[in-house]
């Protein structure tokens, strides 16, 4: 059973509840969203497998999730990128951390204090099928471009987060 951190407004824990619960009730908790880019400027992005739970065969931000409780942002992100991507990266930079909620596909909410992590890398991307079913580097135009003509492809949390931070690379 997966647990995630609840949290009140202010990111400060209250608590525990299974992942599934939290996402049906709606609980604010606490979770990650990991950008990275390669030497040639190019961000990573994944397509969510299609027996993900919500947003499934959509275009994310490379690596999404939670801490658990015993964890803090940096050593989740850093096991997760390891665990879908196949991928060992060390350092991140939280770059903000913002709030969001929206309902999704099969009654589910998502709603997030979410950290936005960003890292450089060029380590080999090696797939978790279960996880992730393709992977792609795009530029900042290419993804600005794809998010324009079909923005139905990509998740709700990665067209909320791509313009904040597309001057960085």
Known sequence: MTEVILVNENDEAIGTMEKMQAHREG??????SVFIVNSED???LQKRAAKKYHSPNLWTNACCSHP????????????????????????FENLFSFRYKTLLEND????????????????????????VSD????????????????PEQFTVWFKLIFPKIENLF
């Open 27 to 32: 609980k604010l908790h606490r979770a990650f």
């Open 42 to 44: 190019k961000m990573l």
């Open 68 to 91: 658990a409780p015993d964890e803090n942002i940096f050593d989740a992100a850093k096991r997760r990128v390891k665990e879908e991507l196949g991928m060992d990266v060390n350092v």
């Open 108 to 131: 589910l909410i998502e709603h997030e204090l979410d950290y936005v992590l960003w890292a450089k890398s060029d380590a080999i991307v090696k797939l978790n099928e279960d996880e």
């Open 135 to 150: 992977f792609i580097f795009l530029s900042k135009e290419e993804i600005k471009n794809k998010l324009a003509e079909k």
